[in-house]
């Protein structure tokens, strides 16, 4: 069973950091574009950082400079380090692999698109 399960999320005071952490788990053999989406109460759900499998990132404008997006290909890991974080920030942070490709029991492959994470609180305030 393939599975995505974010980690590092938590309460942080205006102007400090913390380190996100997505973990894939499962018979993968590959996972392409990689991201961090977030959700704030009472809004729509927005792209924070993408990452390609040759690890090419982009960034929204609200956390340019601030956030910092990396990837481990060997343990189908992604980070996202936060810095300078702002009660803006404040949201449940989601991972997201937009292309999966499964190893099957007979040897070929198996594509699985748009696979989430269940999420990370992440709040700051004082």
């Known amino acids: 069973q393939v599975q995505l399960v974010e980690s590092g999320g938590g309460l942080v005071q205006p102007g400090g950091s913390l380190r996100l952490s997505c973990a894939a788990s499962?018979?993968?053999?590959?996972?392409?574009?990689m991201a961090w989406y977030r959700q704030a109460p009472g809004k729509q759900r927005e792209l924070v950082s993408s990452i390609t499998s040759d690890e090419s990132p982009t960034y929204a404008d609200a956390v340019k400079g601030r956030f910092t997006i990396s990837r481990d290909n060997a343990k189908n890991t992604i980070f996202l380090r936060m810095t300078n974080l702002k009660p803006a920030d404040t949201a449940v942070y989601y991972c997201?692999?937009?292309?999966?490709?499964?190893?099957?029991?007979?040897?070929?492959?198996?594509?699985?698109?748009?696979?989430w994470g269940q999420g990370t609180q992440v709040t700051v305030s004082s």
């Open positions: 499962g018979n993968i053999f590959s996972i392409d574009t």
């Open positions: 997201n692999a937009d292309r999966m490709l499964l190893k099957t029991d007979l040897g070929t492959f198996s594509p699985l698109y748009d696979y």
